[in-house]
């Protein structure tokens, strides 16, 4: 039973899905709605009767009985190609909470939470199905009881006439759906099964060198419509185990409330991944945010993220230009155990690599949920 979204607060899949994550790779691609309304229209043109329907029937039996047939594959061929939609979009409520946090932030970008977000955006189209079943069965009634030929032709003229008009009145939703699809097709997800270590910090201190690093290939420029900033993310194995490495939008000095949608992603990264953290300093504050601002938002994130709930290195990068040491002891008196690293010169990148595995072990661990062996 589809429970109504506006009453429950999300709309529920009536067909049951696999558990999973990466759902959102299950989105099905929509055909446009013009598209969808001709193939409907061409499929119902060819519907016939068969051998054994016909036998013994009458000429205006035989046209009752074929204008009934094409009225009910028009009907079928608009309801259960928005049925299989429905049965193709995951429940939102099965979503990795990141999963879940990056589809908010994409629809709220391009306009559909006007719509309800996500689940209103699959509740019109729940309500576009039934209108066109209901009014298909119900049209049905009109050819039926034509009393001659002229009637049933009419009647059968009229009853296509309402269906397509129901359709062409909820064209926008069909349009929103595949605008929907479209934008959560493009987004690149870290895959959530994968430990994963995530490299946070304030704008331009040198995250996305160190993924590169680090990657055994190219890694992936992950580009998001609510904003013009990309992340990169790489993979790497090491003992046969697969890791995955990402850089996250800079975040600056300032509160919760005040954060914009990029750094409200990296937020949801360091909430929701089975990550270990990796906070990279730039000494030199040649990145444009001073030292102090960066111990403010250090103190601030690990605070909210906590060592017992999160595995923490700080990284102090850049460690090659002279303008590192200007500032170290302030930070020193802040930090345990910093490293420092250069992506440049190679400086700890192998202590690093051996720290950060280790902490993901340990957190692995800690969450009683493995690493994945291949």
């Not at 309800?116 to 298909?136: A, D, P, R, S």
């Not at 055994?216 to 904003?227: K, M």
Request: with cysteine; aromatic share 6%.
């Amino acid at each position: 039973v589809c429970a109504d979204s506006r009453s429950s607060g999300e709309w529920r899949q009536p067909f049951e899905t696999r558990n999973g994550s990466n759902r959102l790779r299950e989105i099905p691609v929509i055909s446009k709605p013009e598209e969808h309304l001709s193939r409907a229209l061409r499929v119902s043109s060819r519907a016939r009767l068969d051998a054994v329907t016909k036998r013994g029937k009458s000429f205006n039996e035989l046209l009752r009985l074929t204008s009934l047939k094409k009225l009910d594959t028009f009907r079928q061929e608009l309801a259960n190609r928005l049925e299989t939609y429905l049965r193709q979009f995951p429940r939102k409520s099965k979503l990795h909470p990141y999963e879940d946090t990056l589809v908010d932030l994409t629809l709220e970008s391009i306009g559909l939470n006007k719509y309800g977000g996500y689940n209103g955006v699959l509740e019109e189209i729940l309500e576009l199905k039934k209108k066109i079943n209901i009014q298909g069965k119900y049209l049905s009634n009109g050819i039926r009881n034509a009393e001659n030929k002229k009637g049933l032709e009419k009647a059968f003229e009229d009853a296509f006439t309402s269906l397509e008009n129901i359709y062409r009145k909820n064209w926008g939703s069909v349009e929103r759906l595949k605008l929907m699809a479209i934008a959560l097709h493009r987004l690149q997800i870290a895959d959530v099964d994968v430990p994963t270590i995530i490299l946070a910090g304030a704008p331009n201190v040198g995250k996305s060198s160190l993924v590169r690093v680090y990657s055994s290939g190219i890694p992936e420029v992950c580009a998001y419509p609510f904003t013009t900033k990309t992340i990169i993310m790489g993979h790497f194995t090491d003992s046969g185990r697969t890791f995955q490495m990402t850089d996250t939008p800079g975040l600056l000095n300032r509160g919760e409330d005040d954060r914009n949608t990029i750094e409200r992603l990296t937020v949801a990264a360091l909430q929701h991944l089975n990550s270990v953290v990796l906070f990279t300093v730039d000494l030199t504050e040649d990145c444009g945010t001073s030292v102090a601002d960066q111990l403010e938002l250090r103190t601030a994130i690990r605070e909210r993220f906590p060592r017992s709930d999160r595995q923490w290195i700080d990284v102090l990068s850049k460690s090659d230009l002279d303008e590192f040491f200007k500032h170290e002891s302030l930070y020193l008196e802040n930090a345990t155990d910093p490293i420092r690293v250069s992506a440049e010169t190679g400086q700890n990148l192998e202590p690093l690599k051996d720290r950060f595995i280790q902490a993901t072990t340990e957190a692995a661990e800690n969450q009683q949920a493995p690493i994945p062996k291949p």
